[in-house]
């Protein structure tokens, strides 16, 4: 499931600076406990931003670290993958 949300070319700017790569974040995310989950979000706003194109932010919060995040959807087919991510520390 989750591979099907991340396209091929997928990469992600984290809030540390790491550049992610869609393998990379893949196994991040799959090595991760369930309560590793608990993130509060805030502050959601999707803006078109060309055909087939969507730029979503928020604010993160997680074990009181808050960052603000960005993420590029595309549509593809009949669904929507992340294209690209970046979080900066609030």
């Given at each position: 499931?989750?591979e099907?949300?991340?396209e091929?070319?997928?990469?992600?700017?984290?809030?540390?600076g790491?550049?992610?790569?869609?393998?990379?974040?893949?196994?991040?995310?799959?090595?991760?406990?369930?309560?590793?989950?608990?993130?509060?979000?805030?502050?959601?706003?999707?803006s078109?931003?060309?055909?087939g194109?969507?730029?979503?932010?928020?604010?993160?919060?997680?074990?009181?670290?808050?960052?603000?995040?960005?993420?590029?959807?595309?549509?593809?087919?009949?669904?929507?993958?992340?294209?690209f991510?970046?979080?900066?520390?609030?």
């Amino acid at each position: 499931m989750l591979e099907s949300l991340l396209e091929p070319d997928f990469f992600e700017v984290g809030a540390s600076g790491k550049l992610w790569t869609r393998s990379e974040m893949l196994g991040a995310l799959t090595a991760e406990e369930p309560d590793d989950y608990s993130i509060e979000v805030s502050e959601i706003e999707a803006s078109p931003v060309g055909e087939g194109l969507v730029l979503v932010s928020y604010v993160s919060s997680r074990a009181g670290r808050r960052a603000r995040r960005s993420s590029l959807w595309r549509e593809s087919g009949s669904s929507w993958q992340i294209i690209f991510h970046q979080g900066t520390l609030l």
